[in-house]
């Protein structure tokens, strides 16, 4: 039995027209994996996104497949003669087995899937030098699993297909108050940039190596503009913080020693005291960081952070910043409005047609 997994890749990737790629098998751990060449999903150079009423997810059709693939409109390989090219922005892969569980997706199934994806996908970008070859996520990503016949074609009885989608609901509502309160900020209002930071590292998701080094640096980049304010605040000479600033790398104060000893002198607070949950997470947001810097992974003892474990870093790393601003000076607080809201988003599957 086949089952055939088609995954929607983040950015598209070009072929060129007038040459075919083949696929090709390997075993893998003992199971025969087949990687098809490149594919071409209906509609997704209109609108990919999940807000679009194209979008090709929560329907029984799947994807439609474009065979052969449509030309590209607008990118052509320059030379004499020009070369056209095809857009793709699907990766197929087969996995056989004897039988697959069609009650219910097996995780590791759709585990194994996403890492030969991956390894494919970072293969072409070390190779090429390509960053807009974009890596795959479980946790963000549109993908199907049909199961098949060894011959590929459709089983005759069961459950035959799966469908998913899953993504980050990351939607802004800009009210009329929104608006009319942005207003009164402008032109003079400049955002901190530990806060670009904290607000890029959600950004840089599923990439969590990136996104645990911003989310470090915002942090650092905080507190240090923080005990300066303070520090003179509370009537500490300016020559005297200077100097402490200002010495060899090695005699500065550790991050740790600025949210505990320092933050108390200047302000009788301390994260490690008065927030003791919110100090772990620091610290864990701190040792991944060092661990990808150093290693190349963003890690917890051995563990390597996972997707929704980089999420609530980040989370936390924002309750850290609300915490940390109490005890600045009301003038020194970021702007900020309340923009919660329940909505639904919902996709209709276009309606058949009779041949």
């Known amino acids: 039995m086949l089952a055939r997994f088609q995954i929607l890749l983040v950015s598209p990737l070009f072929i060129p027209a007038d040459e075919k790629l083949e696929p090709y098998t390997f075993t ?3 199971e025969h994996i087949t990687v098809h060449p490149l594919k071409q999903a209906e509609d997704d150079s209109k609108d990919r996104s999940i807000y679009s009423e194209n979008a090709l997810i929560t329907n029984q059709r799947g994807f439609i497949i474009n065979e052969p693939p449509k030309e590209s409109l607008v990118v052509h390989i320059i030379g004499s003669p020009e070369r056209k090219t095809f857009q793709m922005n699907l990766l197929q892969l087969d996995f056989q087995r004897l039988a697959f569980d069609r009650r219910a997706i097996d995780d590791a199934v759709v ?19 390509s960053p807009n070859i974009m890596t795959l996520s479980t946790d963000e990503a549109t993908w199907r699993v049909e199961f098949l016949e060894d011959t590929g074609e459709p089983l005759l009885e069961g459950n035959k297909s799966f469908n998913r989608t899953q993504a980050r609901m990351m939607t802004t509502f800009i009210t009329r108050d929104i608006w009319d309160y ?16 904290l607000l890029n590292a959600s950004q840089a998701l599923p990439e969590i190596g990136t996104a645990m080094v911003l989310t ?16 003179l605040q509370k009537g500490i000479p300016k020559d005297l913080w200077s100097w402490i600033y200002n ?16 933050l108390k002198i200047v302000s009788g607070k301390s994260l490690k005291t008065d927030k003791p949950q919110l100090w772990q997470a620091f610290r864990n947001i701190k040792n991944a960081r060092n661990k990808f810097v150093h290693g190349g992974i963003a890690r917890i ?11 609530k870093f980040i989370e936390q790393a924002n309750e850290i910043a609300d915490w940390i601003e109490t005890l600045r000076p009301e003038k020194s607080h970021r702007p900020q409005i309340a923009n919660e809201f329940t909505f639904t988003l919902t996709h209709h599957a276009p309606p058949t047609t009779n041949s």
Do not use: C, M
Not at 216 to 231: D, R, S, Y
């Open 111 to 129: 585990a194994r899937a996403f890492d030969i994806g991956n390894r494919i996908l970072t293969t072409l970008r070390t190779s090429l030098k």
């Open 28 to 30: 893998y751990e003992g």
């Open 216 to 231: 470090a640096t915002a942090l650092e980049t905080l507190i240090e503009e923080v005990l300066e304010e303070l520090a």
């Open 301 to 311: 003892g051995s563990d390597p952070v996972k997707f929704q474990t980089a999420l």
């Open 182 to 197: 942005s207003k009164t900020l402008i032109p003079t209002y400049e955002t901190p940039n530990w806060n670009t930071l």
């Open 247 to 262: 010495r060899s790398l090695h005699l500065l104060p550790e991050v740790e020693e600025e949210y505990d000893a320092l």
